[in-house]
């Protein structure tokens, strides 16, 4: 964190207030921890997103965001093809186009659009 920033927790309490939602002050501690870039990195976004939600000015889908802030912080999730994987290895499968360049890629290709985790083709 740069030492003349202010922590991201207290962004959130003073733009959130107390109607800021569990999950943005459990982002702000990753930030404080890391970095704003390293958590956007982490869910595929960028860190202008990231400091957007935390200062409540993002207008975009904020449900997309907290699926993708869950699926990278969650830290295990059982992949049908992988086994054990972390949230940003499983962000990162989910953004990858079909290629039928081998057997495994094909069978990664068809377990993510078939698993309630992905956030690139959500059918709610």
């Avoid at 927790?9 to 003073?14: A, L």
């Avoid at 960028?46 to 449900?63: A, F």
């Avoid at 659009?113 to 059918?123: E, S």
Wanted: net charge positive.
């Amino acid at each position: 964190m740069n030492p003349v920033s202010k922590p991201a927790i207290e962004t959130v309490d003073k733009c959130w207030g107390e109607k800021a939602p569990a999950w943005v002050r459990r982002m702000a501690v990753e930030c404080d921890k890391a970095s704003q870039a390293k958590v956007a990195g982490a869910m595929g976004r960028s860190p202008s997103l990231v400091n957007m939600v935390l200062k409540n000015r993002y207008t975009g889908n904020m449900d997309d965001v907290h699926a993708r802030f869950e699926t990278a912080f969650t830290g295990v999730i059982e992949c049908p093809v992988l086994g054990d994987i972390d949230g940003p290895t499983c962000l990162n499968w989910q953004g990858r186009p079909y290629s039928g360049a081998n057997h495994m890629l094909v069978r990664m290709f068809r377990a993510c659009q078939r698993c309630p985790k992905n956030q690139t083709c959500r059918k709610d």
